[in-house]
T-cell receptor, first 110, second 118 residues
Framework: GQQLNQSPQSMFIQEGEDVSMNCTSS?????WLWYKQDPGEGPVLLIA?????ELTSNGRLTAQFGITRKDSFLNISASIPSDVGIYFC??????????FGKGTKLSVKP | GAVVSQHPSRVICKSGTSVKIECRSL??????MFWYRQFPKQSLMLMAT?????????EQGVEKDKFLINHASLTLSTLTVTSAHPEDSSFYIC??????????????FGEGSWLTVV
């Protein structure tokens, strides 16, 4: 099915470094959502964005809904080992019908 | 925030038997829930949309007679894998839409259910 273009596919960084990942699409979305998934568990919502241009923070995480409504980025500042996991972006066109990116696998070296 | 719970978290069943997975919205009503399947190291694949009080809508390629979905109440949807085979072994995840007029819809996921068919 349709998917968002999420990059990078994987990142291997040093503890304390900042992280940035983004998603782009040819389609316009009403909502952008960012999730983190640990192995063997369901995705956990990190940040939800509802309006074009919206910039939202959740602790060390910051995400923005692009002005064109076709893209979004997620930044993690001062990464720590527990940030390890797979991060997914998701766009919501209608009520709950999410389109997912392929995920960004984050590894953090202590 | 909204909480979605799945049960069981892990289940092992024999080939040819059926197994039921439950998805509950614990603190909100969900007229629509979604069922996903996830293969190792891959993103989530939408299987079907579960609508309270009506038939589920299945994605292309998903057998509706094999993956039975029942959304009997505003807080419960069930996925039954019928006549399970080893290739049905996978991680199944449900989600529910929670929305407010002010903020719009946000999707919350259950913890996921590991199915192993032996």
């Amino acid at each position: 099915g349709q998917q968002l273009n999420q990059s990078p596919q994987s990142m291997f960084i040093q503890e304390g470094e900042d992280v940035s990942m983004n998603c782009t699409s040819s389609s316009i979305f009403n909502t952008w959502l960012w999730y983190k998934q640990d192995p063997g568990e369901g995705p956990v919502l990190l940040i939800a964005l509802y309006k074009a241009g919206e910039l939202t923070s959740n602790g060390r995480l910051t995400a923005q809904f692009g002005i064109t409504r076709k893209d979004s980025f997620l930044n993690i500042s001062a990464s720590i080992p527990s940030d390890v996991g797979i991060y997914f972006c998701a766009g919501n066109m209608s009520q709950g019908n999410l389109i997912f990116g392929k995920g960004t696998k984050l590894s953090v070296k202590p | 925030g909204a909480v979605v719970s799945q049960h069981p978290s892990r289940v092992i069943c024999k080939s040819g038997t059926s197994v039921k997975i439950e998805c509950r919205s614990l603190d909100f009503q969900a007229t629509t829930m979604f069922w996903y399947r996830q293969f190792p190291k891959q993103s989530l694949m939408l299987m079907a949309t579960s609508n309270e009080g009506s038939k589920a809508t299945y994605e292309q390629g998903v057998e509706k007679d094999k993956f039975l979905i029942n959304h009997a109440s505003l807080t419960l949807s069930t996925l039954t894998v019928t006549s399970a085979h080893p290739e049905d072994s996978s991680f199944y995840i449900c989600s529910a839409s929670y929305g407010t007029e002010r903020r719009g819809n946000t999707i919350y996921f259950g913890e996921g259910s590991w199915l192993t068919v032996v």
